[in-house]
């Protein structure tokens, strides 16, 4: 009989050899300013090479202790404090005293801070729903991932593709960051986790970049797979243990949905295509993890500046009073939502039917 555990090996090597490693981890330290402290960092280059020689992936570690299925697991100390703003975050979000909570995603990576030298009109857009939904009582908070392309130790790492394997050798929150054996640190879904938690509703604005979504965007759509369908205890599959991930979900998986019932709003503008093929991407998306449609005024494709020049689509923004207004019907589609959802009232007419197809 076949055994369906052992995973499928052939793709070529990828180890470095030390020169090779060496002459990478310099290229970070080009800047002659650098060059009165070769020798010491000839010395960190040396401990950065044990560290990937010896795979030191979560070079700090505790035991997982009671609430996992081996206790005496050692966890990563990072992803132990993740876990920890996670829970904290279910927690007020499972409160019911308290006003509703929007995060409000800015999806573009141009900004003034870095090489466009020029806002965004996302960042616009996201500002005329802001004070709608403050204005209405919510708490808002704001991701803007055009940060990963500006500010300094912000980055979203792209998955792995740990669920292909096996949905429970992909760990909820994302265990393959940091990796300090490779260098793969400064990573911020740790940060990003608790913020769809916590929320009652997410509005995401963002441009269509070449049909699809945005770079970062793109990176934190993929690394939100483990809120669909991971595993809360790695300490079951002792970190990445193929055999054992897969054995689990042969035995029965029931890829628990971690951001379940949440309302939704997608707003997507363009220059000259590819609008609506992105909402319909983005709001499929979320639906597919069991977040909630808010309304038709709550998804939105429209095009800014239609086939006119970009060096002026800020002034076709200030002339489209239209689409202001849109976003503000947005927001306040969302924020009804999210209070009726958050006062028991949202009607979710497919609630606690099982899905014949699980992920």
């Given at each position: ?6 995973p ?35 010395h ?16 700090v ?6 609430g ?70 919510a ?18 790492h ?191 007419y ?10």
């Amino acid at each position: 009989m076949a055994d369906h555990t052992e995973p499928r090996k052939g793709m070529p090597g990828v180890e470095l050899t030390r020169k090779e490693f060496v002459r990478r981890y310099m290229q970070q330290y080009l800047d002659p300013a650098f060059d009165a402290l070769r020798e010491e960092l000839d010395h960190i280059a040396a401990v950065a090479w044990d560290g990937y020689i010896e795979g030191r992936k979560a070079p700090v570690t505790r035991k997982a202790g009671s609430g996992y299925a081996d206790p005496d697991y050692d966890l990563s100390v990072d992803w132990i404090e993740a876990r920890r703003r996670i829970d904290e975050a279910r927690a007020r979000h499972e409160g019911r005293d308290r006003p509703p909570r929007i995060l409000i995603v800015n999806g573009s990576p141009r900004s003034e801070n870095t090489c466009p030298g020029e806002m965004s009109k996302t960042w616009r857009l996201m500002e005329i729903a802001r004070p709608v939904l403050e204005a209405g009582g919510a708490d808002v908070d704001i991701l803007d991932l055009s940060r990963t392309v500006s500010e300094y130790g912000i980055n979203i790492h792209p998955c792995k593709a740990c669920f292909s394997t096996a949905a429970p050798l992909c760990h909820w929150p994302c265990s393959c960051y940091p990796n300090h054996s490779l260098g793969q640190t400064q990573d911020w879904m740790n940060d990003i986790y608790p913020l769809w938690v916590a929320a009652d509703g997410v509005m995401i604005v963002t441009p269509v970049h070449w049909y699809q979504s945005t770079s970062p965007l793109k990176l934190m759509i993929d690394r939100l797979v483990c809120a669909d369908g991971g595993n809360p205890d790695p300490t079951s599959t002792h970190g990445k243990k193929v055999k054992e991930a897969k054995q689990l979900e042969l035995d029965g998986w029931d890829y628990p949905r971690h951001l379940a019932g949440r309302v939704f709003s997608v707003v997507v503008h363009g220059d000259v295509e590819g609008a609506e093929t992105l909402r319909r991407m983005l709001s499929d998306w979320l639906a597919s993890m069991a977040l909630v449609p808010a309304g038709g005024r709550a998804e939105i494709d429209r095009y800014i500046g239609y086939y006119e020049p970009y060096a002026t689509s800020h002034e076709a923004l200030d002339s489209d009073n239209a689409i202001q207004e849109e976003m503000r019907n947005a927001a306040r589609t969302l924020l009804q939502a999210a209070k009726a959802r958050l006062g028991g009232a949202l009607v979710e007419y497919d609630a606690g039917l099982t899905d014949p197809r699980p992920k």
